[in-house]
């Protein structure tokens, strides 16, 4: 019993570096969310997908990327890391249509750059 | 735009010592409202939620009322762990959202025997 996957756990990178942030989730869920959670803050929403191909913006779009080619994965891309992205990011999935049910939450990838 | 606001932290209290977290909203509409937990080295798990005015969620000891006249959804528990020592989010989920939430900043929670 799966539910939300993410890969690394830790990863540090340098400045100007890129890196994917992978996401799956195995409960056949529409829905996916990156957030990132920066210390003392709540949670800000960079990307969300509601179904493959289909991908818009959140709070914080800016340098990053998403892509959803299948119902499974959801992987978050930087491409010229910076560090003021030094965040820990989670991914997060939801059933569709039922606006009762909660979203899911994977265990967060901590990544720092410098 | 839909917010969220939370008391701050740290709180500190002593084992089963009476636990209130405040949270209040700003959102058009009747939103859903949510209050997530997050232990050290954790992702977020959903603690108990509420979909209308004047629903009350409930799990583990924890209780939560929704009340739209006052838009707060303050969490509540009569007598705390030292396994309470978390990080606690209050969340809402405005309608037609596509199921995005908006988070408060995070009430950190440390009980201490």
């Known amino acids: 019993n799966a539910g939300v996957t993410q890969t690394p756990k830790f990863r540090i990178l340098k400045i100007g570096q890129s890196m994917t942030l992978q996401c799956t989730q195995d409960?056949?869920?529409?829905?996916m969310y990156w957030y990132r959670q920066d210390p003392g803050m709540g949670l800000k929403l960079i990307y969300y997908?509601?179904?493959?191909?289909?991908?818009d913006k959140g709070e914080v779009p800016n340098g990053y990327n998403v892509s959803r080619s299948t119902t499974e994965d959801f992987p978050l891309r930087l491409e010229l890391a910076a560090p003021s992205q030094t965040s820990v990011y989670f991914c997060a999935s939801k059933v569709p249509g039922q606006w009762d049910q909660p979203q899911h939450f994977g265990d967060g990838t901590r990544l720092s750059i410098l | 735009g839909n917010s969220v606001t939370q008391m701050e932290g740290p709180v500190t209290l002593s084992e089963e010592a009476f636990l209130t977290i405040n949270c209040t909203y700003t959102?058009?509409?009747?939103?859903?409202l949510f209050w997530y937990v997050q232990y050290p080295g954790e992702g977020l798990q959903l603690l108990l939620k509420a979909t209308k005015a004047d629903d009350k969620g409930s799990n583990k000891g924890f209780e939560a009322t929704y009340r739209k006249e006052t838009t707060s959804f303050h969490l509540e528990k009569g007598s705390v762990q030292v396994s309470d020592s978390a990080v606690y989010f209050c969340?809402?989920?405005?309608?037609?959202?596509?199921?995005?939430?908006?988070f408060g900043a995070g009430t950190q929670v440390v009980v201490t025997p």
């Open positions: 969340a809402l989920r405005a309608p037609d959202s596509w199921g995005k939430l908006q």
């Open positions: 959102a058009t509409g009747y939103p859903s």
């Open positions: 409960m056949n869920h529409n829905y």
């Open positions: 997908s509601v179904g493959a191909g289909i991908t």
